[in-house]
């Protein structure tokens, strides 16, 4: 299972970006997709999971409303729209997996960070900045 984040880049308070996730057609079918992200200094946080079966996206508290996730079946990604960034959002974003069923609902309560995921992406660095 291979996994490849990109997307991320410098951009101003309010602003927008899109991360995508490119994976197998394989994994888009079966394995949910989680977005993680860690700042300097800072433990690691589910931001957002596409639960796959069925279609449900899952987010964490404080980028409800602001990040979308979705799938592109074309492209074989699993993206994360991010609008109204914020300063707080700078970090660098990985997506993961796992070859085993989990609960996406985990990226709410905050139980995604103690999950042993199996696959991971190389990261992708967001840096919200005037």
């Known amino acids: 299972v291979q996994l490849q984040a990109s997307g991320g880049g410098l951009v101003q308070p309010g602003g927008s970006l899109r991360l995508s996730c490119l994976t197998s057609g394989l994994v888009m079918n079966y394995y949910n997709i989680v977005w993680f992200r860690q700042a300097p200094g800072k433990e690691r946080e589910g931001v957002s999971c596409?639960?796959?079966?069925?279609?449900?996206?899952f987010y964490e508290e404080s980028v409800k409303g602001r990040f979308t996730i979705s799938r592109n079946d074309d492209k074989n990604t699993v993206d994360l729209q991010m609008n109204g960034l914020k300063p707080d959002d700078s970090a660098i974003y990985y997506c993961?997996?796992?070859?085993?069923?989990?609960?996406?609902?985990?990226?709410?309560?905050?139980?995604?960070?103690?999950?042993?995921?199996?696959?991971w992406g190389k990261g992708t660095q967001v840096t919200v900045s005037s």
């Open positions: 993961a997996t796992d070859g085993a069923p989990f609960d996406c609902a985990e990226v709410e309560t905050g139980a995604i960070t103690r999950r042993a995921l199996r696959y």
């Open positions: 596409l639960q796959i079966i069925p279609n449900t996206p």
